[in-house]
């Protein structure tokens, strides 16, 4: 009986409402400036660091290299 609900009423969902009308739109890309990209993307002080100052791009690396560590553990594998 719930098989025969969900069935008609997807049916009728398909013909009120066609996937067409319910995929979303496909938005243009806009072009984007190779400065912008730099000055908005790339620049990160604290894990680059500023002139004088070292940063963290060590620490990011190690912290990444634990965790695909972990991932390799058995004890990772159960949490999914």
Avoid: H
């Avoid at 995929?23 to 790339?42: D, F, H, R």
């Avoid at 990160?44 to 100052?53: H, L, N, P, Y």
């Amino acid at each position: 009986m719930r098989q025969a609900i969900a069935t008609v009423s997807m049916g009728l969902g398909l013909m009120l409402f066609p996937p067409q009308i319910i995929m979303a739109q496909q938005l243009p890309l806009n072009p984007v400036k190779p400065t912008e990209i730099n000055s908005v993307w790339g620049e990160d002080a604290q894990i680059w660091g500023t002139s004088g100052e070292a940063g963290d791009k060590w620490s990011l690396i190690r912290a990444i290299s634990y965790s695909l560590r972990y991932l390799d553990t058995p004890k990772a594998a159960f949490l999914t």
